[in-house]
């Protein structure tokens, strides 16, 4: 690894959410709009400052080019601008290139940004249909290979090869809907037990619908400059990007090298490498949870837990408060909302305002070190950015 | 985005030049894998090289058409309403005895008799004039 990484050297300074949950008759571009100008209030910057802005696509979008449709519509004509597409890896890929462009001196002010409105602008069926759109049209998608498909073989076979059970899978939607019950705006928030999970109708085996993230409407942005810029401009607690890691196993999910040991381990560890900590320094974790299982492989992949026990990690509160690594203390995927892509960037909105020392009562106390790990159609792409405060320099 | 009209229909594989041996074979009813001339590797998925080692030295050859499950998924809640009327069905991921996996489908018996490691065998099944899909039976 290069010595000159961009381990401290960009900071995010400001952070805005849209409405989530459902948020009828509002597109991707407002609610992605609405997120960047709560964004740049946060941080007290106007919008001419921004001179570059990633994106992702948005489902219940026809724009190919997000972030150029996104720059028009908001009123902006930057000078650096992509729209990035690894499926749910794509989060933390925007913070992670978001931090080398500016490093490298292709931008001064990035916006992330995104918004999609999958559950106001598709119909169910269109939407799971635009989910599993993704999959080979020649050798998946004549199978009826729904995209939780692909992820619930990996559970499957981590239950065969661990002894994961089922009621460790739903430990995790019962533990997430507690944090969901705490945090403003979540879409799902009366408590529910294992045995409501596994009640639920099923979807998948071994999925029931409560193991099953939602399908939401909502956007959220965030404003990165560097350390330098972010001194200047006086912002009072810039949260700094540590390091990042990314991982490509695959494109289809039989090609994939080992159902249940993900490039998680990879993107992980190049992550950890750059900033310069291991998993037992991170003090809060925002873990991609399009499927319960998904949280289990991750908390091992990610090093929190040794391979095979993420089952019981999770059922001895691991990634609850007072646990190891309080994981998703906004309720994640699972309960406070997921519209497609923007749905990992709710992980990074949490995480950053955990590390601010901003979320009230879902507070984990002395938070200086996060990370968040996004992910992909079937853990084919996988992308961790650990981001610290100043203490963490 | 996909039209309502076009989530009505189950997609049809369409053949291109690096898949048309495959597809060809399936509707003559077997599975052509490829094997790496330089290096021995077999793959399922088609292509112009070897992922190994990059040759082009590439033959074709039936495979067994045996197999075993490594994973398996049995689908309630259908991606989109062309495969609603199919529910419940065992979306499989077979290991072939030639080492390399593939996703299919379980035909031939309830979704629900489908266990780890089970042997299965391939059944080409016609879904129109030029296209057989690799389905799997109990063996």
Request: contains cysteine; glycine residues 12%; negative net charge.
């Amino acid at each position: 690894m290069s010595r000159d990484t961009l381990r401290g050297k960009v900071a995010v300074i400001g952070i805005g959410q849209s409405p989530t949950g459902k948020v009828p008759g509002r597109s991707p571009l407002w609610l992605a709009a609405d997120a960047a100008a709560k964004a740049l209030a946060d941080c007290g910057l106007p919008k001419s400052a921004v001179d570059g802005v990633l994106s992702s696509p948005a489902m219940a979008s026809s724009f190919h080019r997000f972030s150029v449709a996104f720059s028009e519509y908001f009123g902006i004509q930057p000078t650096f601008s992509n729209t990035l597409q690894v499926s749910g890896a794509t989060a933390a890929t925007m913070f992670n290139i978001g931090a080398a462009a500016i490093h490298g001196g292709l931008a001064e002010v990035v916006m992330v940004v995104a918004g999609d409105s999958m559950l106001s602008g598709l119909t169910p069926d269109l939407a799971l249909r635009a989910l599993t759109e993704s999959r080979d049209q020649q050798y998946e998608m004549p199978f009826g290979i729904p995209v939780a498909n692909t992820f619930a073989m990996t559970a499957h076979r981590h239950m065969k090869e661990f002894g994961t059970t089922a009621e460790q899978f739903a430990e995790v939607a019962v533990v997430q809907r507690r944090h969901a019950s705490r945090t403003p705006g979540a879409q799902q928030t009366a408590p529910i037990t294992v045995d409501d999970v596994l009640n639920s109708a099923m979807v998948t085996t071994p999925y029931h619908k409560l193991d099953c993230s939602l399908i939401s409407d909502g956007g959220a942005a965030f404003i990165l400059t560097s350390a330098e810029h972010a001194k200047a401009l006086g912002i009072e607690k810039p949260i700094y990007i540590l390091g990042g890691g990314e991982c490509y196993t695959h494109e289809h999910i039989f090609l994939m090298p080992s159902l249940t040991t993900t490039g998680a381990v990879q993107s992980s560890r190049r992550a950890y490498a750059m900033a310069g900590f291991g998993p037992d320094d991170i003090d809060v974790a925002g873990v991609y949870d399009c499927f319960t299982g998904t949280v289990i492989m991750m908390l091992e992949d990610l090093g929190f837990c040794p391979k095979g026990e993420g089952g019981r990690f999770v059922a001895d509160g691991g990634m609850s408060y007072g646990g190891k690594i309080p994981s998703n203390t906004h309720g994640g995927l699972l309960s406070f909302a997921h519209s497609g892509i923007p749905g990992s960037l709710f992980h990074f909105y949490e995480v950053i305002a955990q590390l601010r020392g901003q979320c009230g009562v879902r507070q984990v106390e002395g938070a200086e070190l996060g990370l968040v790990h996004s992910l992909g159609a079937g853990f084919a792409t996988n992308a961790t950015t650990i981001l610290g405060t100043e203490s963490t320099l | 985005m996909i039209s309502p009209q076009d989530a009505l229909k189950k997609p049809v594989p369409t053949p291109d030049a690096d898949s048309a041996a495959l597809w060809r074979g399936l509707r003559d009813g077997e599975l052509l894998l490829q094997h790496c001339g330089a290096c021995g590797d077999v793959q399922y998925y088609q292509q112009a090289t070897c992922r190994r080692c990059g040759g082009d030295n590439i033959a074709h050859r039936a495979a067994s058409g045996r197999g075993k499950v490594h994973s398996f998924s049995v689908v309630h809640r259908a991606p989109g309403p062309a495969f609603k009327a199919d529910l419940p069905y065992a979306v499989l991921l077979v290991e072939l005895d030639e080492g390399p996996r593939m996703i299919s489908s379980y035909v031939g018996g309830p979704p629900d008799e489908v266990t780890f490691d089970m042997a299965v065998m391939l059944v080409c099944e016609p879904i129109s004039d030029d296209i057989a899909l690799p389905r799997f039976r109990k063996a």
